[in-house]
């Protein structure tokens, strides 16, 4: 009777939480269903779909390959670049086009100056969810001038519908090798100065370390890509592995994770899989702006009407955030039959619930943090 | 023990290594646009605002088809043959009126797709970007310079010589028609003549 | 131990060799890349073999994508799966009728399915069988119709507000 | 200052009010600077200017438009809420703070309440601080808060115990636990020859336990690293999530008003209290007030400037820096303070 009693005061509830859509280190609008025991998780459902916009819909709607273009930037409103380079380089394979050496090389040039915005932002935000505030307004700072380059020659700060099927829309500004050249220049000190403010503090580290580990084997299973895989020791980068545009021309490393401060594919590995990769950007675009040819036409390849075979395609390249696949079915018609993004974050947030469980709630904001997910990409 | 310490250590370390960081920042100058006080001038070609300069349009209708969110909202209407448009600045012979040219600049998303295929470069975007609004309505940007009395005048006129252009036709039809009649009565004929 | 990169046409000939049923045939394109045909309900074994066999060893699957063919009156799933360990790529498609969209889930063989073969539910209505948790992904649970096929009609309302603006 | 009240105003339990609500003056005016402070420390820190508009010159009246802006805001108190329990908490959270002012000495001329056991009843006193926040945290009725009020009751907890050892080894130099006797205990200029008689450099482990003192101060008054119990990016903000307009308003100027709390203690215990460091010189009630209030103040821009370097600890990490690492060693350092003092 009495062990009864005991028993039921001492019985414990688990607790259900809701974590978002509105809430402020979930990156946007994911709602995270965490079903909490004390403050230990026990259970991660993640819901998506609060920012789904139809892209696929859309691009089917769209009478013509170019128009889908614009839309393509808003997938992934962080790395528009990347995004537009994936799909056009999709279009090209499928009208079977050659495109000028000087517009594959801007091309390039924009795509590494991006992954660096993009990074910046990664980095900046994980720092915040953990608390640190000023790191992640010096990566602003930096993004800022990639930005600024980016309106330079686009017009346009984020969204810049800039790459087009065989070609770029304008022409770079003669100022644009210049101010890349002094961009690379400047950069480099701040990633050493970010990782004594951030990476190599003690208190960040012991956050992050052996927090959220993702075996190699688990990655594989879920197809995570990018930094994410990387970050658990996979050297796996589609620039490297199935080059694509002119990748093949560029000297440069892999980062992987080596779990130095705890497990390999843990948190902090996957964020310094992201700082190195900066270095490396960084070095590809040195090497790009030095063969960059002065003379072009950037517009000599477009065609004036896409007429299109039927066939399909699957091109995957590998943005920020891993690889993304655009699965593109044509056919006679002047619009696509069918567009499939393959979305990087999409793919690696369904990896979250098999990593956070057993961690804390302050460890399940990291590992959100340090998958570096955009909201726009897992809905589209 | 010694595992520890040495955290402990590497911990203050790595505390005052970041203290004397933005202990630096706080010496440095801010990066801070006092943005109404001051302004970035913008690089040239920035997109922010779409602007059609009316006098150099044609109504050829290319920007609104390759408008990926239809935001572009042209009506127009054929020149009756009395009136001459005149010539673009580039060279292009108007022949039609452009009774309405709205633009919804809170569908726009600023893609810039509708500026290229204009043949006299009549539409571009401006470096404008204070144009906010408390009602959505006012971001439909008018651009035809027609007032509503003249675009009803043009539309009458056009309709009045279209019928005119019907009538013709059809009395063109009936004289036609009769022509025909006449010629197969008479080819009837001729062919009867032919038979007998 | 052969562990050399294999092209699609190589992929659809070993597969042909090395099992009985559902491999329908090797499908190459005019533009893009080919695919290898195979039946709904045979999705499962043709997949675990690919995974396990030490010729193919196709450890991730990098795309699940649903289509619909208005013409045919069918849905189609479409397969993108890749080799780390031995580079090589390959596609398979399986077509069902739709008034009967059931295709075999891959979820237990690559984890990663699961929410490709959601969404491909939630957007077209392919019905997975043996998925565990066939749910709307993207779409609110109670939304009618699959938005992604070609005849799909927008309900008016959604909880008492007009779906158009 | 009683007495000289009470000259001039003619009603005694007047002037005793008046007398009473100096501090209140004090926590007000610091708590509107203090807030501004904390926005330009921030800005220059991170490379911007932070609030330039407001009132002109660098946006001086900022925190006082922000503070117009709360009383006008809606009063929201959640439909399932306990209505008694969420009202009271604010007032009783900022009746702690304020109460702990009393055995404060600003000036060798002010102190509202001279009692012997003065850092006892601080110590007591600031308990309530926990009281009140799981009192806001349950009434609120909503899971975060719970959350960070559960967090908030064990880190509070669990660093006093730090706090009291240091503290204690203090008084084992002083003698007395009345803080104005221990202010002026360290007055004049005599080690060696010309540092003040500041009790941190009178004994050398005294150095330690403000090392001690100041991560629990941190911890107390839930500044980063430790301030999970309103960590926003991932609590939202805690136990202060229901709460809106000036309600929440009381929250921010307790918090402020803890801050300054602990940073004047420190100054008392540590620092020579309104003692000048000049000797004579500069010294007398009003100069005193200034010292001491500038000493507070530098403590709290250092709290303002690890805030904006570093992350945040984790609830776990900071049980263990509190139970494993900050009381035992605050324990070994009190014997240590004892045998110097023995010794010499």
């Known amino acids: 009777m009495t062990n009864q009693i005991t028993a039921n005061i001492h019985e414990t509830k688990e607790m259900t939480i809701n974590m978002g859509p509105q809430h402020p280190s979930t990156h946007g609008v994911l709602r995270l269903e965490v079903v909490l025991n004390g403050e230990v998780v026990t259970r991660v459902h993640p819901h998506i779909g609060y920012l789904h916009r139809c892209f696929e819909k859309y691009a089917e709607a769209m009478d013509d390959y170019s128009k889908v273009i614009p839309y393509t930037d808003r997938i992934d409103y962080v790395s528009a670049m990347n995004q537009e380079h994936g799909y056009v380089i999709a279009v090209e394979k499928l009208l079977q086009l050659e495109v000028p050496e000087r517009v594959e090389y801007v091309r390039v040039i924009l795509a590494e100056l991006q992954r660096i915005a993009s990074h910046l932002l990664g980095i900046g935000t994980f720092g915040l969810d953990l608390g640190a505030f000023t790191p992640f307004l010096y990566c602003f700072i930096e993004r800022e001038k990639i930005l600024t380059i980016f309106e330079k020659i686009s017009g346009a700060r984020l969204l810049y519908n800039y790459i087009c099927v065989g070609g770029l829309m304008r022409d770079v500004p003669d100022s644009f090798k210049p101010e890349t050249a002094d961009f690379v220049k400047t950069f480099r000190p701040k990633i050493k100065e970010l990782n004594d403010l951030l990476s190599y503090n003690q208190i960040f580290i012991d956050r992050t370390a052996n927090i959220g580990v993702l075996p190699a084997e688990v990655a594989l299973n879920y197809a995570a890509s990018g930094p994410m895989l990387r970050g658990s020791g996979v050297s796996w980068d589609l620039r490297k592995n199935d080059p694509y545009s002119i990748y093949d021309r560029f000297e440069f490393d892999i980062p992987v994770g080596t779990g130095e401060v705890g497990t390999v594919g843990d948190c902090w590995d996957r964020y310094m899989v992201r700082v190195r990769e900066m270095e490396q950007s960084l070095v590809i675009i040195e090497q790009a702006l030095e063969q960059m040819p002065d003379e072009g036409n950037v517009m000599e390849a477009v065609p004036k009407r896409i007429r299109m075979k039927e066939g399909e395609i699957y091109v995957r390249t590998e943005t920020p955030r891993g690889e993304l696949g655009y699965y593109i079915i044509s056919d006679k018609s002047s619009s696509p039959f069918r567009v499939k993004v393959r979305a990087p974050s999409f793919v690696n947030l369904s990896i979250l619930p098999a990593i956070s469980r057993g961690a804390l709630l302050s460890d399940l904001v990291a590992i959100v943090g340090s998958i570096d997910i955009v909201l726009g990409e897992v809905d589209r | 023990m010694q595992k520890q310490l040495k955290e402990g250590y590497q911990t203050f370390k790595s505390i005052f290594i970041g203290m004397a960081i933005t202990l630096r920042h706080l010496f440095q100058p801010s990066v801070t646009i006092q943005y109404p006080d001051v302004r970035v001038e913008l690089p040239p070609g920035v997109r922010s605002k779409l602007y059609v300069n009316i006098d150099d349009c044609i109504g050829c209708l290319l920007c609104a088809r390759a408008c990926p969110v239809n935001c572009i909202d042209i009506e127009t209407v054929k020149a009756t043959s009395d009136v001459d448009l005149g010539k673009t600045s580039t060279g292009n012979p108007k022949r039609l009126w452009v009774t309405q040219f709205d633009i919804d600049m809170s569908k726009c998303m600023y893609c810039d797709l509708c500026v290229y295929p204009c043949p006299t470069n009549c539409i571009y975007m401006v470096p404008e970007y204070e144009y906010s609004e408390f009602d959505r309505k006012n971001l439909i940007f008018e651009f035809s310079n027609l007032s509503p009395e003249k675009v009803t005048e043009v539309k009458d006129k056009l309709e009045k010589e279209n019928e005119e252009k019907n009538r013709q036709k059809e009395l063109a039809q009936q004289k036609k028609d009769q022509e025909k009649k006449d010629q197969e009565t008479d080819t009837d004929t001729d062919a009867g003549k032919a038979g007998e | 131990m052969p562990t050399a990169m294999k092209q699609p046409e190589e992929i659809a000939a070993y597969l042909n060799d090395h099992i009985d049923e559902g491999v329908l045939g090797f499908v190459p394109a005019e533009v893009g890349q080919p695919w290898i045909s195979v039946a709904p309900d045979t999705v499962k074994k043709i997949a675990k073999f690919l995974r396990d066999d030490q010729e193919l060893r196709f450890n991730t699957l990098m795309c699940l994508s649903g289509v619909h063919y208005p013409a045919e009156q069918e849905l189609g799933v479409t397969y993108h799966l890749h080799s780390t360990t031995l580079g090589h790529t390959v596609a398979l498609k399986a077509r069902v009728p739709i008034d009967n969209p059931r295709v075999q889930s891959v979820e237990s063989i690559w984890k990663t399915a699961d929410w490709h073969e959601r969404e491909a539910w939630d957007m077209l209505g392919i019905v997975f069988d043996g998925h565990p948790n066939m749910a709307r992904i993207l779409c609110p649970d109670d939304w009618i119709g699959h938005p992604l096929r070609k005849d799909y009609v927008q309900q008016e309302t959604y909880m008492g507000v007009t779906t158009r603006f | ?344």
């Open chain 4, 1 to 344: 200052m009683l007495e000289f009240l009470e000259n001039i105003i003619p009603s005694s339990p007047v002037a005793l009010v008046v007398f009473a609500l100096f501090p209140m003056v004090i926590i007000i005016v610091y708590a509107l600077f203090a807030i501004w402070l904390e926005r330009k420390v921030a800005g220059f820190i991170q490379d911007r200017l932070g609030p330039m508009r407001t009132g002109g010159f660098h946006g001086w009246a900022q925190t006082i438009a922000d503070m117009l802006k709360l009383i006008q805001k809606e009063d929201i108190i959640p439909k399932d809420a306990s209505s008694f329990l969420f009202k009271l908490a604010p007032f009783m959270i900022f009746t702690a703070s304020y109460a702990a002012f009393a055995v404060i000495p600003f000036s060798s001329g002010y102190i509202g309440s001279n009692i012997n056991i003065g850092v006892f009843y601080l110590l007591a006193i600031t308990s309530f601080l926990t009281i009140s926040i799981i009192m806001a945290s349950w009434a609120s009725n909503n899971k975060w808060s719970l959350v960070g009020g559960m967090r908030t009751a064990a880190q509070m907890v669990s660093y006093e115990v730090p706090t009291i050892v240091t503290v204690l080894s203090v008084l084992i130099v002083a003698g007395s636990m009345n803080l104005m006797t221990i202010t002026e205990m360290q007055t004049g200029n005599d080690i060696m020859g010309f540092l003040p008689n500041w009790f941190i450099f009178q004994n050398p482990f005294l150095i330690v336990a403000f090392a001690i003192f100041a991560i629990s101060m941190l911890a107390e008054s839930h500044r980063v690293p430790f301030d999970l119990p309103e960590s926003e990016s991932e609590l939202v903000a805690g136990y202060q999530t229901e709460y809106s307009g000036m309600r929440w308003g009381m929250f921010m100027l307790a918090e402020y008003a803890d801050m300054l709390l602990l940073s004047l203690l420190g100054a008392t215990l540590f620092f020579g209290g309104w003692n000048s460091p000049f000797g004579t010189f500069m010294s007398g009630p009003i100069w005193g007030f200034g010292w001491f209030m500038l000493k507070g103040m530098l403590l709290v821009f250092v709290m303002m400037w690890i805030r904006w370097t570093l992350p945040r600890y984790r609830v776990d990490q900071l049980m263990h820096i509190c139970w494993s690492i900050l009381i035992p060693l605050s324990f070994v350092n009190f014997v240590l303070v004892a045998l110097w003092e023995m010794i010499f």
